[in-house]
Structures are given as C-alpha cells and as structure tokens.
C-alpha cells in the first residue's frame, strides 16, 4: 500500500479523480477509525490495519485507503507516545502521523467507518450523510464479521474493492440480529494519559479485533 500526503492514510486516491455519489473514488475502500483527540485508539487502529493488510496482500492492497480522525481531534498533534511504542511493538509504523478533527467531508468519503466507543458512533450517524449503515464500534463489526460465512463474500479476484463493500453489507444486515452480550462488550477505553502497560492493553484488544475483520477483508489468514 502507499501512504498520501502527510501520513494521512494508506492507498492511492485523491482529489480530482472520478468518484462515486458518496465522493469516494471508485477504485478504493476508505477505512475511517474514529476515537476522541485521534492521539491514541483511531491512530493505534488505523495504522495496525495499515499493517496488517500489507504484511498479508503487499501491493495488492493498494485500494484500501485506512485513515482516522477524532470528535474533538487535536488537530495537527502527534500519536501520543505510548501509543507509537505500542505500535513499533507490532511492527507497524507511527511515522508522519498528525490528528485531526473529524469533518463532514471525511464521513461522506467513507465507506466504513469503525468507532472506538458506541458515543463516537452515535456522533458520527447524528452527523446525517447516509452514515448509519456503513458505521460500526470496531467490536460490534468484529462480532458481525465473524457471523458471515466468508464463502459468502466475491473472491479477492473481483476485487479488494467489491469484497470490502460486500462485507460491509453483510454486517450491516446483520446489526439487528447479533447483539452485544453486555453494554460494555462494543467499547474499546481511552488509554489517554494511562502508564503504558494500559496502552499496550489497549493494543491487544484493538489487534484480537481487527485480525477476523482484516482476514475477511483481505480473505488471507495471519501468519502464524
């Protein structure tokens, strides 16, 4: 995958290319991670998922753009320390990465987005655009993701692109059936300003549940 401008997300698109109704280009998958400041969860996540879908498809996932933004992003701030030693653990990579607050522009662009907590959720669908089908806490979409059948979904031959959106409609089809064991299941906690044991925590949580949404995407397993 290749990273635009100033580190903001991973795969290739732009402005001035052809785009859909909802302003994506038509040749890419947008990933919009969403937390509060976009210093610690959505930067941890968005940049896990970077890596993930590399180390599994190389270049061949060069249509997924992986981006993140906050509800009261720090605009312009670095990832918050912990959360880049976090990430340097895993072996992805925290370079070049500012935050920034989530605009309109970025949720009509998005063809999923993936909240940390179910109160950025309901931020993201009171803010209209047609949100709320393709707008998941990241735990409620893993729980979704793992109730379809992968045979269910086109092969990666048809496309990273069509796969990806397939998967989206099927969680979003199943949203009304699959609920949550308890109120607390869908929330992924603000490690901010924690000791890094906390955050290294946080980065497990955020790992065991991008690894079945990224091999449904992608249709490639982890490495073991």
């Avoid at 580190?7 to 040749?27: A, L, M, N, V, Y």
């Avoid at 720090?74 to 990579?93: C, K, Q, S, Y």
Wanted: proline letters at 6%.
């Amino acid at each position: 995958m290749t990273a635009p401008d100033a580190g903001r997300g991973s795969g290739i698109g732009g402005i001035g290319e052809e785009t859909t109704t909802f302003g994506f280009p038509r040749d890419t998958f947008r990933i919009l991670n969403v937390s509060t400041g976009n210093v610690c969860r959505s930067p941890i996540t968005e940049r896990l998922t970077r890596h993930f879908v590399s180390e599994r498809l190389g270049i061949l996932g060069g249509g997924l753009i992986v981006e993140s933004a906050g509800t009261w992003g720090h605009e312009g701030a670095p990832m918050e320390e912990n959360a880049e030693t976090v990430l340097a653990e895993f072996g992805a990579d925290s370079s070049g990465f500012t935050g920034r607050e989530l605009l309109d522009e970025h949720v009509i662009k998005a063809d999923l987005v993936l909240t940390a907590t179910r109160d950025h959720r309901a931020q993201v669908i009171s803010m209209g655009h047609s949100a709320g089908l393709r707008t998941f806490t990241l735990k409620e979409f893993t729980r979704l993701v793992n109730a379809i059948d992968p045979a269910t979904l086109p092969p990666l031959e048809d496309g990273l692109v069509m796969r990806a959106r397939a998967l989206v409609r099927a969680a979003a089809a199943l949203r009304g059936w699959l609920l949550a064991p308890t109120a607390d299941a869908d929330e992924v906690y603000d490690p901010y300003g924690a000791p890094l044991p906390f955050f290294r925590s946080i980065g497990d949580e955020i790992h065991q549940a991008l690894d079945p949404v990224v091999t449904a995407l992608t249709g490639v397993p982890a490495r073991t």
